[in-house]
């Protein structure tokens, strides 16, 4: 397989992982923005119930690094290379869907119980979990190579 053959399907891996990233920042900035002005944080659910349903919804961010690497350590290798590709781009999809997601999530509660603090701790750890789960040529590449 050349180079060719794996830049197009890395090129569109790329571009989700930019958008889901750009949606955590926006999103972000937005709640941050309309909690610190204070035309939004409406006290609709308690505090003490954002602070134990974050950290769960934190340990699943960071839970879907482990499942997509798993995921693509099980792309048989004697599989045709067409598949392998679609099975690796699986594997990061459900890898940064289950960091998004989450992020996203604590950020809404977050609105809702009026507390900011959240929406910074959702919006980097949503990130940092999104760039460790970022495609890798070097990764789709030492895929094919088998």
Known sequence: MDRHDVDAPLRVMTMLWLFLIMGVIT?????????TSGTMGV?????TLLSMIAPVLM??????????NRLERAIPRGAPPAERIHRYQAARIVAMASQ??????IMIL???AG???????????GI????????RREDLEALLRD
């Open 128 to 135: 940092w979990t999104l760039f460790l789960a970022r495609p």
């Open 110 to 112: 977050s609105l809702l």
């Open 100 to 105: 998004e997601g989450p992020a996203l999530a």
């Open 27 to 35: 999103f972000g900035g937005v709640a941050y923005g309309l909690l």
């Open 115 to 125: 507390e900011r603090t959240w929406v910074i701790a959702a919006a980097a750890l």
């Open 43 to 47: 006290d609709a659910i308690e505090p």
């Open 59 to 68: 340990v699943m961010m960071v839970g879907g690094i482990v499942v997509g």
